[in-house]
């Protein structure tokens, strides 16, 4: 066993992953084809969710879904010419829980039921993941955000005019 490692070891020392992270090999959870052409960064966290699921990194895929959708919020205020009104009096952005419900709250944006549903559900799963100590998540707790987080990346995409 320790020549396979040593040997895995030394192809990896010679051929390291890409410095911008490798793609993901299948759409499990977000299907690449939603960011395609939209921005480099978003479709590097597609990769990063979809790989991180692929490898078994379920609490990984979870922060990186909560990512997504924290991007995307933002992506929807400055494509609309409003990045204060989700910004505080120091100028960062809110965080995810206030970003949240600002854009809920917003009727200029009109959410569908099911992306408002959503929201706090993606949110919910990806904190635990991030911020508790005794939480892991499993296989199924990302299985069941991808028909959710399919609906909420299109609506903030159009909303964010990326598609």
Known sequence: MESVR???DGIRAKNPPPDEGGPS????IVMLSLVRGTRPYLERIVHQINGSYEN???DASAVMVRRLVETLIIEVYEANGRAGDIKDGSGD????????????????FNLSRAAKRALPDLKDVGDKSAHSRFYTAHRKDIEKLAPLLRNVVQELLALAKLK
Request: charged content about 20%; proline content about 0%; cysteine-free.
């Open 25 to 28: 090999a299948e759409d499990n």
């Open 6 to 8: 040593l040997l895995r």
């Open 56 to 58: 078994g990194w379920y």
């Open 93 to 108: 952005f809110l965080f995810l829980a206030d970003l949240i419900s600002t854009i809920l709250a917003d009727q200029q």
